[in-house]
Every structure is written in C-alpha cells, then in structure tokens.
C-alpha cells in the first residue's frame, strides 16, 4: 500500500544543464539534420517567364532558407506567354544553367517529365503514339441482303484506325445493356468495380458462337461488301479505335500536344527520345549528379481503352482472345451475364496491367537507363494505384491546406512501406485559391503539415515556388490562383528558416528505421483499384498499410505467425476485400498463408472474376475457399482455424486484434479528468531497436495528454523538432499490462517525438497533478439530423450522416470535407458538405465547400491553462510551478505525495510604450510609438493599416529584486502574433517564435531590474495589397488574371523598365486575390505580454 506524504521541498541551488543522455548518431541525425531529410518544393517556371538573374536568386533563396531540393515545372495557368519557348535550345539552355548554379549552391534538382502538371506529352507526340479510345458504330442488316458501306466510327483529331468487323443475330430485345457500362468498358473510370452479374433478359444474350469475324471484308478504301446469312436481323459493328484527344496540361502553347500511349511500350519510348533525352543530353555530367530525377505528376488524363497491340497483349495476359468478346464493350450481353462482366473485368485489369508495365515501369527503366531516378503520384487513373508505383525511386501523395487529399498519402507510404523505398513524398500544401493567397503561415500550416507526417510521409515538395524572374518585385509571380505561396518574396522568408529546420528535423526521424503498423490491408484484385482510409483502426490505437497483388502474391509470406516482406516489413494481420471473387492464384496464396500460420480476415471465395481457366477456375476458387474457411460463414460462425493459422468473417479487425490479446500501439487519454477527449495524431517507427514515435495535437488548444505506448522496461525521452533539444521524460510509469504511459503537454497544434532507447530507469515521477486541476471545457450536445457529401450542381452525392454522426460522438468539431473521408460521389465535380444538425438543441444547417472545414462547434479554445513544467535532472524531477497551491505528486514507485509552492510572483504585463520600427519601402511610416498594443489593421493611418513586411517591436520592463535568481523560472509570453516573431531579451536572441504559444524560457537572459525587449514581427502580403487596390490599376485584366504584361513592365525583363504610373502602389503580382473591400486581417504583436514567473522546486 502506498503511504501518502509530505514530500519536504527545496529551493533548487543549482541545476544539472544537461541529461545524461549522451549524443548518439540518431541525436546528431536530429539536431543537425543531412540535406536528404531537407523538405524539397515544386518551382513553376510560368509559361516562359524565365530569367538567369531569377534562376540564381530562387535557388540562392531556397539555399538560404533550408531547402534541399527543387522540382521544374513549366505550366501557363493564365499567365502572359514570356519569351523562352518549352524544349527549345534556349529553354534547355536555362535549364542546364539551373543545374549548375543548384549545383553550386547545394539543391538537387528535379524536372516533371513535360511542360504542364499532367501527365506525360508534348507536340512531338503523333496520333498513332498517343492515348487511344475504343469508337464503334453499329449497322441492321436484313438477313439474305448485301451491305455495301458501313458508316466509320466517330474520330477525334481526324484519327481513326479499324480493329474488327464483327456480326452477330440481333437478339429477340437489343435495348438491354450492361448497368454502368461506360465506367466498366473503361470509357469513364471507377475503381473497385466487382463482375456482379445484373438481372437481365435471356433472350438479350448474344452466342458467343453466332458472332462472326467479317473484317476481311472491309476493304482498305473503307468499302464493304458482305451478305448476311438468311432469317432474321444482323448486327455489324464496326469497331476502330480513335484518340481520346487528352493532351497535356496546363502547358505553354510551344510545350503542348497529345498525351502518349500509356499501353504503349514504343509509344512511351517515343516520347522520351523527344522531349527528356534531348534535355538530359544537353545537361552532360550534372544530369544525374545534380539534376536527378524525373517526376510523372498525379494522373488527370481520364480513361483510355485500347492500344495497337491490346489484342495480342490481351492473349497473352489472359490466355484468351478478346476479339469476339468486343460487343459487350457496348453494354450487350456475349454468351451470359456472368461470362461478359468477367469479360469486362478481364479487359479493365489487361489496361491497368498495360499502365503499369508500358508507362509507369517503363518511364522507371529510362529514367535508370539515364543515370536519373523516377518520382511519382501514382493514382487517380485507370489501373491498380499500388502496382504503378512499385518501380518508382520515390512514390509521392499530396494534401491540401483545408484537409484534402489524405488518403493519397496513405497510399503513397503504404507502397513506399512494402516496397521498402526511403523517401515517401508528398506534394504539400496546395491549395484552393479560397485557401491559398498569401494567407499561409508556418503557424497555419502546421496542423495539416503534422497530420500527414503521421500518415506515413517523410519528405514535403512545397506547393509552391513560383519563379520570381524579376528583382525586387513584390509578391511577384504567381502559379496562377492555385497552392501555398511559398517564394523568396514571402514576407516571412527569412524567418520561415526556422520552420524548415522543424522540418528538417521530423523528417530525419521519419526517413529512417522501419515503419510499425499491425494490420496490411489487400486492396483486392481488380482495376481499377485505389486506396481506402481506415481511420477506425488509427483511433483505436493500431496502424496499417495497404497492399496490391503482386505484393501479396509474389512478395509475402509468414514468419513466427506474422506476414512479412523483403522490405523488413511484418504485420500481425491481413484484411481481404469485401469481394466473393478470387483467382485461384490468389485464393491458393491465401490459403498458403494461412496455413504456415498467418490471422486472415475476409470473406469465403465462391468464384473467379476472370474468364481465364473457364468453369474450371471458379470451381478451383470454390473448393478452396470450402477447405481454408470450413464452416466460417462470418454469422454464426466468425474463425476457423486451418493449418497453423486462422481465417476470420464478419469480425472487424479490432475485435480480431482484442481476440489475439494484441494491445493498441498508442493509447491516448486526458492528464485530468472531464472535458474533451484529446485527438492525438500519431506514427510510431523503430529504429534500430529504437521505438520512436511522432505525436501530434490536432486540436488548436492546449492539451495534457496521457499517452500509452506498447513498449515496456525503457525510459520515455521527449525530443523537441522545433529547437533540436531532447530530454528524458520527467512523468511517466510502467503499467501492469507492460506498456508505458507518458504524460505530457501538448500546445495548440504541438508535437514531440517520444523515444524509447535505454533501459527503465532515471529519475522520473508517475504524475503531477497540479492545484485546482480540472479538464478543459467539454463539447456540446450535438445531433447530426442528416449530412451529405455532394456535387454542388447537383450531379449527385452520398449520404455521410453515420460518418460524421460518428466523429461529432468522439468529440470532434471540425469535419474535413473531402474525398479521403466520404469518397468520390461525382469523379470530377466540385462537391461540397452540408450537414443538418442540432446543438444544444438549436437548430443549425451549415456546408462547406470540398477541401474546406465545416465547423460543428469550436473544438478549439483556451485549452488546459498552463500551470507548471516539470524536467528530469540528475538529481531528480524539477518542477517549474507556475501557480501556487499544494500538486499532488505519484513517485515513480506508487507512493503518494503532496508537494505544496506557497506563493508564485505575480505575472508583470509589459505594458509600454512600444516604439514600432517599420521595414522600408512598404508605404508605412519610419517608426510610430504604441501606448497600448493593437493590431496594426486597427490604425487610422493608411501605411500602417495596409502595412505588410516586418515591423520592430521594442519596451522595456522592470523585475523586482530577486526574480532573476537561481528560485525562479522566468518565461516570456508574447500573446497574440500575426504572424511570426523574433525575439531578443537584453540584446540576445531567442530564435524565431512561428507557432502558438508565442513563449519562452528566458530565465538566463533576464536580470533584475530594467530589461529591453524587442521583438520583430512579420505579417503576411495581404495588407499591402488590400491597400494598393484602393489606388487606380496600372495593368489591365480579365477579371482576376492579369491580361497581358503592362507596357512599363516587358516580358523578358528582369526588372520594371520605367517608373509604374501609380506610384503609391508597392506591389506587383499577376493574380487578384484580394479587392479593395477585402476585410483586413489582423497584424502585428496583439499581446498581451507578460513575464511569467514560476518557483523552482525539487521533489527529493
């Protein structure tokens, strides 16, 4: 029984710098991160607005603030055309100086494989290399009669090539047709599509043996003669195939044309020999030591269903010909329902096949061949997403400020997981114009920036730097309205240094060791296949990947009861699809797996999806799914053993786990009791025996967290990304189930590193339970009524009510709309959330547009108010209490103990006068003085309410005598910052302060008596550009673009060539985001500051 005790306090004399820890390869790998773990970015050269002096500038930038990579792009988006044409000499020529000024200055380079964003293409692509569609048309003919024309198919681009002339009976009822052909045949894309046979008339069927090849009698000039057999109607088609007219985009007009072949291995081949081989040529030497790689951007080309050699390739995959099976392409039935949906779902996984094998893992070869590697965002098209991005260097997602897009990094990290690649990209923080404009911060960004880090990503490519072709133009050139302006022109550059470092250091951590997840889930069989989020088994505590076939057929097997991979991969489960169709290779995998011991969850296979193997396959399927499964039905029976492992149905995967007595990797709970449960992100990584965690406050509120972790007998150490600093952790304990939970503090939007090294020991309490605890305010009473997830035109949606119903239950306020969490109702359609709901029984009815936030009930606030911090020393836990009262404290061992701080001193506001330095040249005055602290927004004067840029902040304030002793711990609280601050206490320097809280230990800076403080702080563009819209324009534009380039302003020139007629304007850019009756946010230093003055103790 544990004793309770007045612990005896004393007032520390002095205080161990530094823990025991000593510095390891993985710390210095840390602090002082290698250039590999440096974020990258996409930099957009815009439609031919490229300068030498703008090249050196950016990359000198990118240098400058940490960066250690950036990707070439060359896109229009409605900007004026410049001078330099796409793939000319001169462009290869910047391109090459590109290379040698990044090589100069340290920054690997990256080019997208063609100008625009997607995919692959260019104007020496021709019609017969590139994408091709499938184009039919059908003529009646009366039985015994001659035909002597058949109408060509329709053509885009005036290309058309025939494939067959096939005949067939018209059946008895010709107007039934497949259900959802369009996106079956691959005219339209969908993933997951299963061969379920629809309900449809027998006498709508066509014999497979009454369909006759009579192409031979269509003649080279496109006449025909043939007389159908007597009785009854025939049906010819006549089927060719065609372009589907995709070209690349958005691109310069000297860089676009037609989309390759992706079937098309000569295609492909031809497109390399025209645009990237002669660039790397030209590069020499730096193409593959400085400019090392070629990217292929997310797909957004649309479908594409036939290649020349479809037929043969078809054969040779499938072991059939496809040839008579053609019809069903138009929605007819050949032979049964049955026979042509596995016809379909045959002929949809020879194209994904053919993406992969033609395009994707072709582009690969020759990016190897060349000495380079390949990067790739491998979804949204018609093929198996985890196969195309198997042979990739480094396969990338990508995530939108506003939430959406995460499920695309998921896939991104699950195949970079099980097919052991490093680096796992994401195209980060692009954005909606609603979003994006100049309003981004460090500070802003870093609650999604986190959130994906904990899906797997360990290596950010900005979206997005804009080349700046101009000195001294401010904010400059634009990507049109799209992403994060992430420029040298930034107001919070120089300053952003610091959040880069962040970065840097997350990313170290992140890049190396092994991922630790529990469950692989199959994605299944079928193409088009993408990718599923299960955020029910993340908030349970256990983490997954996802996996394709060839992974699990060809790369898996079972070790000590675990499924493992080459990639040092393992995993304690695997998830099948919904699905009753497997091939017999899969279903003679799985049952090979579970046999040697592997825990399954999936239903019993009953049959193929293929026609491969005919009748005889689905049998083979059929009997073993009768072997493996036995009796599980998944209702009154729900696990079978087989072998030495167990397949399970009707059992979600958590309960399987529980079954397995398999406890959750991360547990999370509030320090105290009442309020709000915390919404904790987290990725958990082991590093040469090392378990290291990344934990993430997704929530903008303070929070004390009590988190569990499924490590036992080593010592939690806290590692800080932001300043390179680690510590043992000072309140922890060991349970009786052998995991280890650790308290601590979590700021708005805060992270830490949790690492487990060394052995159980060090001084360290179990909690700290400080005077007046209590929980943060709680959530609401809320009712979701009804929420949909739909096209704003109307084009159709989802009903969602049980998804949000289910987050708003777990206490969350903020629902993400987007397709990661509902799906895609309406591929291609601007969607938008709309939820009815009640709140404390008021009715409410509010939406949000796709990639925005829809808030329920602010799910923010003031959070758990700060009271105390507590370090572990040599000598033993110190606590910093910051109010007064009596903490109750649990050693380490479970006694009890009461520690009492009499008295704190009062915090001391830092009241004034300010005097405000102001950055030059931004319409502001030199310097105003402050009595009081505002917003600048708030001022009367015109340069300081439309002021953008840095402004110094400098007062002074006095600490009674005794306060800068060795008792106290004395912090600096600046309150509220828009948008990022440095500071200097006497003259010395704290860093850059990006985030909330804006605040610090100062206690070795400070001294009794006056004390100086400045503090810099920077703001974002859209003040100064609200202001200049109150004066005339001095360009024209259409609308919200720029029209063309202003005659004082040239394309070409790297700077205005005479003075701009408005001279009150001090900004330039090529994009109006913000209008004169745009609402101005706020800016400056807000406070209140205070020094806060907490009493060292030491609990002996």
């Known amino acids: ?135 039919i048309s059908e003529t009646r003919i009366a039985g015994g009669t001659k035909a002597g024309s058949l109408a060509q198919p329709a053509s885009v681009g005036g290309y058309y090539r025939d494939i067959a002339v096939l005949a067939f009976p018209t059946p008895k009822d010709d107007k039934a047709r497949i259900d959802n052909i369009g996106a079956k045949a691959l005219f339209d894309s969908q993933y997951g599509l299963q061969p379920v046979a629809g309900a449809l008339p027998r006498d709508a069927a066509i014999g497979f043996g009454s369909i006759v090849d009579i192409t031979s009698h269509l003649r080279a000039d496109g006449s025909f003669a043939w007389e159908a057999p007597p009785g009854g109607e025939w049906t010819v088609l006549r089927i060719g195939h065609t372009l589907t007219g995709a070209m690349n985009a958005p691109s310069p007009t000297s860089g676009r044309g037609l989309e390759v072949d992706k079937m098309s291995r000569e295609a492909l081949d031809a497109f390399w020999a025209g645009g ?106 018609p093929f198996e997403c985890q196969q195309v991005g198997r042979d990739a260097d480094i396969v990338m997602g990508e995530f939108w400020v506003g939430g959406g897009m995460p499920g695309s ?58 080349h700046q072709p101009w000195a001294d133009v401010n904010p400059g050139m634009t990507m049109g309205q799209w992403g994060t302006h992430f420029e040298r022109t930034t107001t919070w550059w120089e300053p952003g240094a610091a959040w880069i470092m962040y970065l840097s250091r997350c990313q170290s951590l992140l890049q190396q060791g092994t991922f630790v997840g529990d469950v692989v889930y199959f994605i299944g069989e079928s193409s088009p296949n993408g990718y599923a989020m299960h955020d029910e088994l993340k908030h349970a505590g256990f983490d997954y990947d996802m996996c394709g076939t060839d992974v699990l057929i060809d790369r898996m097997g079972v070790k000590n009861g675990r499924l493992v991979l080459p990639s040092g991969m393992s995993y304690r489960l695997l998830v099948l699809p919904d699905t009753p169709f497997m091939t017999p290779k899969l279903a003679a995998k799985v049952r090979d797996l579970v ?12 049959a193929s999806p293929s026609n491969a193997g005919d009748d005889g396959a689905s049998l083979e399927v059929a009997a073993i799914g009768s072997d493996v499964w036995g009796d599980c039905d998944g209702a009154g029976v729900k696990r079978h053993a087989y072998g030495r492992g167990v397949v399970y149905s009707g059992q979600s995967p958590m309960e399987v786990l529980a079954a397995m007595s398999v406890a959750p990797d991360v547990s999370c709970a509030a320090a105290r009791e009442g309020g709000l449960k915390p919404k904790i992100a987290w990725i958990h990584r082991n590093i040469d025996g090392a378990d290291v965690y990344f934990v993430s406050n997704q929530r903008a509120r303070a929070e004390e967290v009590k988190l569990t972790f499924r490590v036992s007998d080593r010592t ?19 349970g009786t189930d052998g995991r280890t939970s650790v308290s601590l503090r979590l700021e708005s939007w805060g992270s830490a590193f949790v690492v487990f090294r060394e ?90 547009d796709e990639n925005a936030t829809l808030v329920i009930f602010d799910s923010g606030g003031p959070g758990m108010p700060f009271t105390h911090r507590a370090m572990a020393r040599r000598s033993g836990v110190e606590l910093q209490a910051f109010r007064a009262g009596v903490y109750g404290v649990t050693r380490a061992d479970g006694q009890a103990a009461r520690v009492e701080v009499k008295s704190v001193p009062t915090p001391i506001e830092v009241v004034g006068p300010w005097s405000v330095k102001f950055q030059k040249d931004r319409g502001a005055p030199g310097s105003i003085s402050m009595g009081k602290l505002a917003s600048l927004s708030e001022s009367n004067v015109d340069g300081v309410r439309y002021f953008s840029g840095a402004a110094d902040y400098e007062a002074t304030f006095t600490l009674p005598a005794g306060t800068a002793g060795r008792d106290h711990a004395v912090r600096l609280s600046l309150g509220g910052v828009r948008d990022i601050a440095e500071v200097w206490v006497n003259g010395k320097s704290l860093g850059v302060w990006w985030r909330d809280p804006f605040e610090g230990d100062v206690s070795s800076l400070v001294k009794d008596g006056s004390n100086t403080l400045r503090v810099r702080v920077t703001n974002t563009w859209v003040n100064r550009l609200v202001g200049d819209e109150q004066l005339p324009d001095d360009c024209e534009w259409n609308g919200i673009t720029i029209k063309s380039w202003p005659d ?41 500051v205070k020094i806060l003055v907490g009493t060292r103790v030491k609990v002996e």
């Open 1 to 135: 029984m544990s004793r309770a005790a007045i612990f005896s306090v004393s007032i520390l004399v002095s205080l161990a710098a530094a823990t025991a820890l000593g510095q390891s390869a993985l710390e210095k790998s840390f602090r002082d991160p290698p250039r590999e773990a440096r974020p990258h970015t996409w930099w957009h050269w815009m439609n031919g607005n490229v300068t030498r002096a703008g090249i050196t500038a950016d990359l000198e930038a990118m240098k400058q603030i940490g960066l250690g990579g950036a990707q070439i792009f060359n896109v229009s988006e409605g900007i004026p055309e410049g001078l330099i044409q796409y793939n000319s000499d001169e462009w290869r020529g910047l391109v090459k100086f590109a290379a040698e000024e990044a090589k100069r200055v340290g920054i690997e380079l990256c080019v997208h494989n063609c100008a625009g964003w997607s995919s692959s293409g260019g104007p020496w692509v021709t019609p017969e290399h590139a994408m091709q569609r499938l184009t």
């Open 276 to 381: 990237m081989q002669p660039l790397l040529k030209s590069l020499g030497p730096l193409a593959g030591s400085v400019l090392n790689n070629s990217l292929v951007d997310s797909y957004e080309m649309g479908p594409q269903n036939w290649t020349p050699r479809f037929r043969e390739e078809f054969r040779a995959r499938r072991g059939y010909d496809p040839l008579l099976y053609l019809p069903v392409v138009t929605g007819r039935i050949v032979g049964s329902p049955a026979e042509s949906e596995r016809f379909l779902w045959d002929f949809r996984r020879t194209i994904g096949d053919l993406f992969t094998d033609n395009y994707y893992t072709r582009f690969s070869e020759l990016c190897k061949g060349a000495g380079i590697m390949m990067s790739v965002e491998p979804y949204d098209g």
């Open 409 to 466: 990094c998921k896939l991104a990290s699950s195949v970079g997981h099980v097919y052991g690649k490093k680096f796992i990209g994401a195209e980060a923080f692009t954005a909606f114009p609603t979003l994006g404009k100049w309003l981004n911060t460090p500070r802003s960004l870093k609650g999604i920036g986190d959130l994906m880090y904990t899906s797997g990503i360990n290596r950010y490519i900005m979206h997005r730097y804009a």
């Open 595 to 606: 046999k040697a011991g592997a825990n399954v969850i999936g239903p019993r296979p009953l």
């Open 716 to 734: 939690p150490e806290l590692w800080h990304a932001e300043t390179g600093e680690t510590e043992a952790a000072p309140v922890w304990s060991l």
């Open 759 to 848: 052995e159980s020991g060090g001084a360290h309490v179990a909690s700290i339970t400080p005077p007046g605890a209590q929980g943060a305010p709680g959530a609401p009473k809320v009712v979701v009524n009804k929420a949909m997830y739909e096209a704003i035109d109307g084009a159709g949606g989802v009903d969602v009510t049980k998804i949000v119903a289910s987050m708003v239950d777990s206490g969350e306020g903020e629902i993400p709309a987007n397709n990661g969490l509902f799906g895609d109702p309406t591929y291609n359609h601007r969607k938008r959330l709309r939820v009815e709901y009640t709140i404390d029984g008021k009715e409410m009815n509010k939406s949000a």
């Open 1048 to 1088: 004082w302003f040239k394309a070409g020139s790297a700077a205005p060539l005479r003075e701009r007629p408005e001279k009150g304007r001090f900004t330039f850019t090529t994009w109006k985001h913000w209008h004169k009756d745009s609402a101005l946010p706020e800016s400056g230093l807000l406070g209140p």
